[in-house]
Protein backbone atom coordinates (compact mmCIF):
# COMPACT_ATOMS: atom_id res chain seq x y z
CA UNK A 1 0.00 0.00 0.00
CA UNK A 2 1.42 3.16 -1.11
CA UNK A 3 2.51 5.99 2.13
CA UNK A 4 3.20 9.10 2.71
CA UNK A 5 6.40 10.61 5.16
CA UNK A 6 5.94 13.59 6.88
CA UNK A 7 9.53 15.03 7.44
CA UNK A 8 8.14 18.78 8.59
CA UNK A 9 4.93 19.05 10.05
CA UNK A 10 3.72 22.54 11.77
CA UNK A 11 1.10 23.52 14.05
CA UNK A 12 -2.26 23.24 12.87
CA UNK A 13 -1.65 20.45 10.18
CA UNK A 14 -4.61 17.22 10.18
CA UNK A 15 -6.46 14.96 8.20
CA UNK A 16 -9.55 16.21 7.32
CA UNK A 17 -12.77 14.83 5.00
CA UNK A 18 -16.14 16.05 5.67
CA UNK A 19 -16.71 15.35 9.55
CA UNK A 20 -18.95 13.40 11.41
CA UNK A 21 -22.45 13.67 10.92
CA UNK A 22 -25.52 12.04 13.61
CA UNK A 23 -23.54 12.79 16.81
CA UNK A 24 -24.85 16.72 17.49
CA UNK A 25 -27.49 14.93 20.27
CA UNK A 26 -24.48 13.17 22.44
CA UNK A 27 -22.78 17.05 22.18
CA UNK A 28 -20.00 16.07 19.15
CA UNK A 29 -20.26 18.85 16.01
CA UNK A 30 -19.42 17.69 12.57
CA UNK A 31 -16.47 18.84 11.89
CA UNK A 32 -14.53 17.73 9.09
CA UNK A 33 -12.60 20.60 6.86
CA UNK A 34 -12.97 24.13 7.18
CA UNK A 35 -13.80 24.75 3.32
CA UNK A 36 -15.37 21.93 2.01
CA UNK A 37 -15.67 23.55 -1.36
CA UNK A 38 -11.91 22.87 -1.74
CA UNK A 39 -12.56 19.05 -0.89
CA UNK A 40 -14.92 19.31 -4.00
CA UNK A 41 -12.02 21.13 -5.97
CA UNK A 42 -9.79 18.53 -5.05
CA UNK A 43 -11.77 15.69 -5.52
CA UNK A 44 -12.66 17.00 -9.04
CA UNK A 45 -9.18 17.56 -9.73
CA UNK A 46 -8.42 13.40 -9.43
CA UNK A 47 -11.66 12.71 -10.39
CA UNK A 48 -12.64 11.01 -6.58
CA UNK A 49 -14.95 10.86 -4.65
CA UNK A 50 -15.18 14.22 -2.19
CA UNK A 51 -15.48 12.14 0.81
CA UNK A 52 -12.16 10.77 0.49
CA UNK A 53 -9.91 12.49 3.65
CA UNK A 54 -7.16 15.35 2.73
CA UNK A 55 -4.45 17.21 4.51
CA UNK A 56 -5.36 20.53 5.84
CA UNK A 57 -2.77 22.76 6.57
CA UNK A 58 -3.87 25.90 8.71
CA UNK A 59 -1.66 28.69 7.55
CA UNK A 60 1.54 26.30 8.34
CA UNK A 61 3.78 24.28 6.39
CA UNK A 62 4.61 20.79 5.39
CA UNK A 63 7.39 18.33 4.15
CA UNK A 64 6.65 14.75 3.13
CA UNK A 65 8.07 11.72 1.04
CA UNK A 66 5.90 9.43 -1.29
CA UNK A 67 6.34 6.12 -1.25
CA UNK A 68 5.28 5.16 -4.71
CA UNK A 69 3.94 6.89 -7.66
CA UNK A 70 1.06 9.58 -6.25
CA UNK A 71 -1.25 11.73 -7.68
CA UNK A 72 -2.03 14.85 -5.84
CA UNK A 73 -3.75 18.12 -5.71
CA UNK A 74 -3.55 21.19 -3.95
CA UNK A 75 -6.60 23.26 -3.56
CA UNK A 76 -7.95 26.78 -0.83
CA UNK A 77 -5.84 29.28 0.30
CA UNK A 78 -2.90 29.43 -2.19
CA UNK A 79 0.97 28.55 -0.76
CA UNK A 80 3.92 27.85 -2.46
CA UNK A 81 4.04 24.45 -3.63
CA UNK A 82 7.24 22.14 -4.83
CA UNK A 83 8.64 18.79 -5.84
CA UNK A 84 11.96 17.92 -5.57
CA UNK A 85 12.80 21.71 -5.69
CA UNK A 86 10.21 22.37 -8.66
CA UNK A 87 7.81 24.80 -7.81
CA UNK A 88 3.85 23.37 -8.92
CA UNK A 89 1.16 25.14 -10.22
CA UNK A 90 -1.53 25.73 -7.38
CA UNK A 91 -5.34 24.70 -7.65
CA UNK A 92 -4.34 21.98 -10.38
CA UNK A 93 -3.66 17.95 -10.48
CA UNK A 94 -0.11 16.79 -10.64
CA UNK A 95 2.24 13.60 -10.61
CA UNK A 96 4.49 13.15 -8.41
CA UNK A 97 7.09 10.24 -9.03
CA UNK A 98 8.40 7.30 -6.12
CA UNK A 99 10.80 9.13 -3.41
CA UNK A 100 9.64 12.30 -4.17
CA UNK A 101 9.98 15.44 -1.71
CA UNK A 102 6.82 17.73 -1.58
CA UNK A 103 6.86 21.02 -0.23
CA UNK A 104 4.44 23.48 1.08
CA UNK A 105 5.34 26.78 2.38
CA UNK A 106 5.14 30.26 2.37
CA UNK A 107 1.61 30.48 3.44
CA UNK A 108 -0.96 33.03 2.72
CA UNK A 109 -3.24 32.32 5.66
CA UNK A 110 -6.30 30.68 5.45
CA UNK A 111 -7.12 26.62 4.89
CA UNK A 112 -4.80 25.22 2.43
CA UNK A 113 -5.71 21.27 1.09
CA UNK A 114 -3.27 18.65 0.00
CA UNK A 115 -5.58 16.13 -1.94
CA UNK A 116 -4.02 12.09 -2.73
CA UNK A 117 -5.07 10.31 -5.49
CA UNK A 118 -7.21 7.40 -3.09
CA UNK A 119 -7.56 9.43 -0.35
CA UNK A 120 -5.80 9.60 3.24
CA UNK A 121 -6.57 6.06 4.71
CA UNK A 122 -5.52 6.56 8.00
CA UNK A 123 -7.02 5.99 11.41
CA UNK A 124 -10.96 6.60 11.64
CA UNK A 125 -13.07 7.35 14.58
CA UNK A 126 -16.78 7.69 15.00
CA UNK A 127 -16.68 6.88 11.05
CA UNK A 128 -14.50 9.47 9.71
CA UNK A 129 -11.04 10.23 9.21
CA UNK A 130 -11.32 13.84 10.48
CA UNK A 131 -9.31 14.97 13.57
CA UNK A 132 -11.94 17.27 16.02
CA UNK A 133 -9.23 18.84 17.72
CA UNK A 134 -11.84 21.01 20.40
CA UNK A 135 -13.29 17.09 21.08
CA UNK A 136 -9.70 15.49 21.77
CA UNK A 137 -10.82 12.88 18.49
CA UNK A 138 -7.61 12.11 16.85
CA UNK A 139 -4.65 14.78 16.57
CA UNK A 140 -2.88 17.36 14.55
CA UNK A 141 -0.16 15.63 12.17
CA UNK A 142 3.56 15.29 13.31
CA UNK A 143 7.08 14.55 11.97
CA UNK A 144 7.89 10.97 11.43
CA UNK A 145 4.08 10.28 10.90
CA UNK A 146 3.57 7.20 8.10
CA UNK A 147 0.13 7.94 6.35
CA UNK A 148 -1.49 5.11 4.19
CA UNK A 149 -2.71 6.33 0.75
CA UNK A 150 -6.00 4.14 -0.83
CA UNK A 151 -6.58 2.51 -3.85
CA UNK A 152 -6.41 4.99 -6.37
CA UNK A 153 -8.81 4.02 -9.45
CA UNK A 154 -7.66 7.11 -11.45
CA UNK A 155 -4.70 8.22 -13.54
CA UNK A 156 -5.17 11.59 -14.65
CA UNK A 157 -2.94 14.86 -13.86
CA UNK A 158 -1.97 17.80 -15.65
CA UNK A 159 -5.31 19.63 -15.00
CA UNK A 160 -6.60 22.77 -13.15
CA UNK A 161 -9.72 25.27 -13.23
CA UNK A 162 -10.23 28.89 -12.22
CA UNK A 163 -11.66 28.92 -8.45
CA UNK A 164 -15.23 30.46 -7.22
CA UNK A 165 -14.03 33.79 -5.64
CA UNK A 166 -13.96 33.67 -1.72
CA UNK A 167 -10.64 35.05 -0.85
CA UNK A 168 -10.72 38.40 -1.06
CA UNK A 169 -13.73 39.19 1.49
CA UNK A 170 -17.08 40.49 0.26
CA UNK A 171 -20.56 40.05 1.46
CA UNK A 172 -21.67 36.97 3.71
CA UNK A 173 -25.81 35.91 3.48
CA UNK A 174 -27.31 35.40 6.55
CA UNK A 175 -30.80 34.02 7.72
CA UNK A 176 -32.62 35.43 10.96
CA UNK A 177 -32.14 32.98 13.74
CA UNK A 178 -34.91 32.87 16.55
CA UNK A 179 -33.33 35.35 18.81
CA UNK A 180 -33.31 37.69 15.69
CA UNK A 181 -36.23 39.71 16.93
CA UNK A 182 -34.63 40.72 20.14
CA UNK A 183 -32.23 42.96 17.79
CA UNK A 184 -34.01 46.30 16.88
CA UNK A 185 -34.29 47.31 13.70
CA UNK A 186 -31.29 49.79 14.42
CA UNK A 187 -29.00 47.41 15.49
CA UNK A 188 -29.79 44.95 12.63
CA UNK A 189 -29.34 47.58 9.75
CA UNK A 190 -26.11 48.95 11.81
CA UNK A 191 -24.93 45.42 11.69
CA UNK A 192 -25.47 44.93 8.27
CA UNK A 193 -24.22 48.16 7.39
CA UNK A 194 -21.12 47.90 9.22
CA UNK A 195 -17.24 46.87 8.12
CA UNK A 196 -15.92 43.75 9.57
CA UNK A 197 -12.21 42.28 10.00
CA UNK A 198 -10.78 39.15 10.96
CA UNK A 199 -9.75 39.18 14.73
CA UNK A 200 -6.38 36.82 15.75
CA UNK A 201 -8.38 35.02 18.00
CA UNK A 202 -9.98 32.52 15.32
CA UNK A 203 -9.52 28.59 15.35
CA UNK A 204 -11.20 25.56 13.50
CA UNK A 205 -14.38 26.60 16.60
CA UNK A 206 -15.10 30.03 15.46
CA UNK A 207 -13.74 33.83 14.27
CA UNK A 208 -13.73 36.50 16.12
CA UNK A 209 -15.01 40.05 13.91
CA UNK A 210 -13.48 43.25 14.98
CA UNK A 211 -15.13 46.70 13.76
CA UNK A 212 -14.20 50.32 14.35
CA UNK A 213 -17.16 51.45 16.60
CA UNK A 214 -19.65 49.18 16.65
CA UNK A 215 -20.88 47.06 20.03
CA UNK A 216 -23.98 44.84 19.82
CA UNK A 217 -24.43 43.56 23.11
CA UNK A 218 -27.73 42.89 24.04
CA UNK A 219 -29.32 43.31 27.79
CA UNK A 220 -31.79 40.28 26.88
CA UNK A 221 -29.20 37.94 26.05
CA UNK A 222 -28.15 37.98 29.68
CA UNK A 223 -31.91 35.94 29.55
CA UNK A 224 -31.58 33.42 27.03
CA UNK A 225 -31.52 30.05 27.61
CA UNK A 226 -28.66 27.70 26.03
CA UNK A 227 -29.98 26.00 23.24
CA UNK A 228 -28.76 23.97 20.05
CA UNK A 229 -25.98 26.14 17.83
CA UNK A 230 -24.50 24.99 14.40
CA UNK A 231 -21.54 26.24 12.61
CA UNK A 232 -22.62 29.76 11.03
CA UNK A 233 -24.61 30.52 13.87
CA UNK A 234 -23.22 34.48 14.98
CA UNK A 235 -23.04 34.87 18.46
CA UNK A 236 -22.76 37.90 19.85
CA UNK A 237 -20.72 37.80 22.78
CA UNK A 238 -20.46 39.29 26.20
CA UNK A 239 -18.13 42.53 24.71
CA UNK A 240 -20.86 42.79 22.05
CA UNK A 241 -18.40 41.69 19.47
CA UNK A 242 -19.79 38.98 16.91
CA UNK A 243 -18.25 35.10 16.66
CA UNK A 244 -19.18 33.28 14.27
CA UNK A 245 -19.11 29.30 14.52
CA UNK A 246 -16.99 27.03 12.69
CA UNK A 247 -16.71 23.20 11.89
CA UNK A 248 -15.69 22.36 15.31
CA UNK A 249 -18.19 24.43 17.50
CA UNK A 250 -19.76 23.08 20.65
CA UNK A 251 -23.07 22.19 19.84
CA UNK A 252 -25.27 24.35 22.57
CA UNK A 253 -24.44 28.15 23.55
CA UNK A 254 -26.79 30.69 25.42
CA UNK A 255 -25.42 33.78 23.65
CA UNK A 256 -27.36 35.62 21.19
CA UNK A 257 -27.55 34.92 17.77
CA UNK A 258 -28.25 37.32 15.67
CA UNK A 259 -28.05 35.64 12.22
CA UNK A 260 -26.99 32.65 10.94
CA UNK A 261 -24.18 32.67 7.76
CA UNK A 262 -26.00 30.59 4.88
CA UNK A 263 -22.79 27.15 4.55
CA UNK A 264 -22.02 28.29 1.02
CA UNK A 265 -20.94 31.33 2.21
CA UNK A 266 -18.45 29.83 5.03
CA UNK A 267 -15.55 29.34 2.64
CA UNK A 268 -15.34 33.05 2.09
CA UNK A 269 -15.14 33.72 6.06
CA UNK A 270 -12.07 31.14 6.53
CA UNK A 271 -10.29 32.13 3.40
CA UNK A 272 -10.42 35.72 3.73
CA UNK A 273 -7.19 37.31 5.14
CA UNK A 274 -7.54 39.89 8.26
CA UNK A 275 -6.77 42.59 6.10
CA UNK A 276 -10.31 42.52 4.06
CA UNK A 277 -13.55 43.86 4.65
CA UNK A 278 -16.43 41.49 5.17
CA UNK A 279 -19.99 42.43 5.84
CA UNK A 280 -23.35 40.93 6.22
CA UNK A 281 -26.70 41.03 4.42
CA UNK A 282 -30.11 39.05 5.51
CA UNK A 283 -31.72 36.77 2.47
CA UNK A 284 -35.16 35.02 2.81
CA UNK A 285 -35.02 30.98 4.11
CA UNK A 286 -36.83 30.78 0.34
CA UNK A 287 -33.78 32.76 -1.32
CA UNK A 288 -31.11 31.33 0.91
CA UNK A 289 -32.59 27.52 -0.22
CA UNK A 290 -31.85 28.44 -3.87
CA UNK A 291 -28.76 29.71 -3.12
CA UNK A 292 -27.62 26.54 -1.35
CA UNK A 293 -29.12 24.69 -4.15
CA UNK A 294 -27.44 27.12 -6.66
CA UNK A 295 -23.74 26.48 -4.76
CA UNK A 296 -24.50 22.60 -4.68
CA UNK A 297 -24.72 22.44 -8.64
CA UNK A 298 -21.83 24.26 -9.07
CA UNK A 299 -20.15 21.75 -6.72
CA UNK A 300 -21.84 18.71 -9.50
CA UNK A 301 -20.29 21.20 -12.49
CA UNK A 302 -16.84 21.13 -10.96
CA UNK A 303 -15.24 18.55 -13.24
CA UNK A 304 -16.52 20.25 -16.46
CA UNK A 305 -14.58 23.12 -15.50
CA UNK A 306 -11.23 21.08 -15.62
CA UNK A 307 -8.98 21.52 -18.24
CA UNK A 308 -5.15 20.86 -19.02
CA UNK A 309 -2.62 22.75 -17.10
CA UNK A 310 -0.20 24.40 -20.02
CA UNK A 311 3.40 24.01 -18.67
CA UNK A 312 6.12 26.54 -19.55
CA UNK A 313 8.74 23.95 -21.49
CA UNK A 314 11.50 25.75 -19.45
CA UNK A 315 10.57 23.83 -16.36
CA UNK A 316 9.89 20.72 -17.57
CA UNK A 317 12.84 18.60 -16.60
CA UNK A 318 11.90 15.75 -18.59
CA UNK A 319 10.81 17.61 -22.03
CA UNK A 320 11.73 15.08 -24.38
CA UNK A 321 9.43 12.37 -22.61
CA UNK A 322 6.63 14.29 -23.68
CA UNK A 323 4.48 14.15 -26.98
CA UNK A 324 4.86 17.43 -28.40
CA UNK A 325 3.58 16.51 -32.01
CA UNK A 326 0.43 15.21 -32.39
CA UNK A 327 0.90 13.86 -36.31
CA UNK A 328 3.39 13.37 -38.85
CA UNK A 329 4.19 14.55 -42.37
CA UNK A 330 6.41 12.95 -44.99
CA UNK A 331 7.56 16.75 -45.50
CA UNK A 332 5.51 17.20 -48.99
CA UNK A 333 2.46 18.31 -48.39
CA UNK A 334 3.41 21.40 -50.22
CA UNK A 335 4.88 20.53 -53.51
CA UNK A 336 1.68 17.78 -53.85
CA UNK A 337 -0.80 20.36 -53.08
CA UNK A 338 0.78 22.79 -55.68
CA UNK A 339 0.75 20.36 -58.64
Given at each position: MPEVILHRVGPGVTVQDQGRQGYLAQGLSRGGAADLLAMAEGAALLGQDPSLAAIEIAGSFLTLEVTAPTRIAVTGARMRARCDGSELTWNASHALPAGAMFELGAPVGGYSYLHFGGGVSSEAALGARSAHLAAGILRMLEAGTRLALGEDSGNRTGLTFTPEARFDGGALRLVKTPQSHLFS???????TSTIFHKDARG??????????E???????GLRILSETIVPGDIQITGDGAPFVLLAECQTTGGYPRIGTV????????VQAPATVALRFEFVTLEEAVALERDAASRRADLPKQLRPLIRDPHDIQDLLAYQLIGGVSCGDELERTTR
Open positions: DCQLQRFNRMGQRLVCDADFKLEALPCDLPRL
